[in-house]
């Protein structure tokens, strides 16, 4: 069992990295007795980033697997913004005295 949250970090990434499902490691962990949390503002700006950076790859491998179920939806695909990709453009205009 992992104790420290750098150890954590490591593993799920290796595991993410590899193509290995996170669920075993991530249920056997007793997050109440992680060690190696931050202690100072630094320490915690650097876990953050990597956290994050786990999280960007866990997007990259989420991003095929999203394309394909949208491909064989009918439902319209967001853009940007939110709104349907065929949603038609509202055009606001402001009116005032002149």
Do not use: C, N
């Not at 290796?14 to 320490?43: C, Q, Y």
């Not at 960007?56 to 913004?81: C, K, W």
């Amino acid at each position: 069992m992992l104790h420290a949250v750098p150890e954590l970090l490591d593993a799920l990434e290796t595991r993410l990295i590899e193509g290995e499902d996170p669920a075993a490691l991530l249920s056997g962990i007793r997050w109440s007795e992680l060690v190696g949390w931050p202690e100072d503002a630094m320490a915690a700006r650097t876990l953050k980033q990597r956290i994050i950076a786990i999280q960007t790859l866990i997007m990259g491998l989420q991003s095929p697997l999203r394309a394909a179920f949208s491909e064989m939806s009918d439902a319209p695909v967001y853009g940007r913004g939110g709104f349907p990709a065929e949603a038609p453009v509202r055009v606001q205009r402001l009116h005032g005295k002149v």
